[in-house]
Nanobody, 123 residues
Framework: QVQLVESGGGLVQAGGSLRLSCAAS????????VGWFRQAPGKDREFVAA????????YYADSVKGRFTISRDNAKNTVYLQMNNLKPEDTAVYYC????????????????WGQGNQVNVSS
């Protein structure tokens, strides 16, 4: 079992930065791939970024590529999402999720989910 808790969200002006953290408990976290997803009001949940369990491979949605960076520190059981040059369209609830599967852009691949963390970007 893996339990996930997100933190670091909040309100920021367009062009600003935030760093989300996803803290995990459970002995198997280091062997799990981790993804970030987001859901804006009235929209479906969408893939944002993912990182493999070693941290050796990362994947991004086209909409955030070059602005967001995913990383992990397995010694701290934590995955991060550094978000720079934020835009109003980045406003959403952000979720981290963990999985042992390899198809990382689909939310159906993930077994474990955090509770979500609100990010608001004002124009």
């Amino acid at each position: 079992q893996v339990q996930l808790v997100e933190s670091g969200g909040g309100l920021v002006q367009a062009g600003g930065s935030l760093r989300l953290s996803c803290a995990a408990s459970g002995r198997s976290f280091g062997s799990n791939n981790v993804g970030w997803f987001r859901q804006a009001p009235g929209k479906d949940r969408e893939f944002v970024a993912a990182i493999t369990y070693t941290g050796g491979n990362t994947y991004y949605a086209d909409s955030v590529k070059g602005r967001f960076t995913i990383s992990r520190d397995n010694a701290k059981n934590t995955v991060y999402l550094q978000m720079n040059n934020l835009k109003p369209e980045d406003t959403a609830v952000y979720y981290c999720a963990a999985t042992g599967r390899i198809i990382l852009r689909l939310d159906s691949s993930y077994n474990y989910w955090g509770q979500g963390n609100q990010v608001n970007v004002s124009s």
